[in-house]
């Protein structure tokens, strides 16, 4: 049997307070797991909301860094999408 490697990451807006009641509610089911503690930094350009307000999609460049791992380094990747 091979093993697989996934990530989930949860992205939203929610008040403090309603932590521990969004928490109760994900369940994830697996062999191992550990801590995850990232600080991730989204780069947009300038005139993003005028390429969307145009019809396109602009370039989303992201980067991430663990910070619970001192010596981890940042990497980064971009989203290119396409109107279909």
């Not at 062999?31 to 602009?58: C, K, N, W």
């Amino acid at each position: 049997m091979s093993s697989h490697f996934y990530e989930v990451a949860l992205f939203g807006e929610f008040f403090s307070r309603d932590l521990k009641a969004i928490l109760n509610r994900i369940t994830i089911h697996s062999e191992s797991s550990h801590p995850m503690h990232s600080r991730e930094i989204v780069f947009e350009p300038l005139d993003a909301q005028h390429q969307r307000d145009t019809g396109s999609d602009p370039v989303i460049l992201r980067a991430k860094k663990e910070i619970s791992e001192p010596e981890s380094g940042w990497y980064g990747w971009d989203l290119l999408s396409r109107n279909m």
